[in-house]
Every structure is written in C-alpha cells, then in structure tokens.
C-alpha cells in the first residue's frame, strides 16, 4: 500500500512563507510526476505545481515567482517554497503522485495524501 503523507501547512501572515513537504512511502519503484494541488471550499481541486522525475515543473500562473516545487527523487519527498504568500492562497493543499509503480504490481497508480490547511491572514 501507497501513503502520502503531507507537512507544513499551517497560519501565516500575508507576505510570510511557508514550506510543505510530502513523502511518499510503501513498496514503490519509481514515480514519473509529483505534484501540489488546493482545493477551497465550492471550488474544484487546482494545480499548483508539479515536478517530473527529470525534474520539468510546471507551476500556476497565480503562484509563478512566488513558489518553487522541488522533489527527492532517492526519498520520494516533494516540497513546495511558498514565499510572498497572499490570503488567495488559503486552501487545502493536497500532495499528488501520478505514474507510480509499485514493485509487485501491474501497471502505473495514482495517490493522493490527506491535505493539509493553508490560512494566510490579511
């Protein structure tokens, strides 16, 4: 079995930081894409960013200059630098693995972790 599991959301002032990780655990040989979505209350699940094995990210253009993704491909582990953080990035922000391969199985999976809260104050 698959786990991610999100850290680092938390409360923060606009214009402050903040640095979410993700660790993806289990019998898994390899993954093509790991990403950041959020998600408010009414509205669908958006991408943040997302990082490739190669490393070729992909970021929103709300968050372009302002958050940098980075993945450990070794550890499995994903983070997101959030800086110049604006109250329109408070949300739930979920941690994605897409074209994972666990050893022992057949064919490519896809996992989500549980979310964490993101509240940046005005």
């Known amino acids: 079995q698959v786990q991610l599991v999100e850290s680092g959301g938390g409360l923060v002032q606009a214009g402050g930081s903040l640095r979410l990780s993700c660790s993806a655990s289990?019998?898994?040989?390899?993954?093509?894409?790991m990403g950041w979505y959020r998600q408010v209350p009414g509205k669908q699940r958006e991408l943040v960013a997302s990082?490739?094995?190669?490393?070729?990210?992909r970021y929103a253009e709300s968050v372009k200059g302002r958050f940098t993704i980075s993945r450990d491909n070794a550890k499995n582990t994903v983070f997101l630098q959030m800086n110049s953080l604006k109250p329109e990035d408070t949300a739930v922000y979920y941690c994605?693995?897409?074209?994972?391969?666990?050893?022992?199985?057949?064919?490519?999976?896809?996992?989500w972790g549980q979310g964490t809260q993101v509240t940046v104050s005005s």
């Open positions: 990082v490739s094995s190669g490393g070729s990210t």
């Open positions: 289990g019998s898994i040989f390899s993954i093509d894409l």
């Open positions: 994605n693995g897409d074209g994972i391969i666990v050893s022992g199985q057949y064919g490519k999976y896809r996992y």
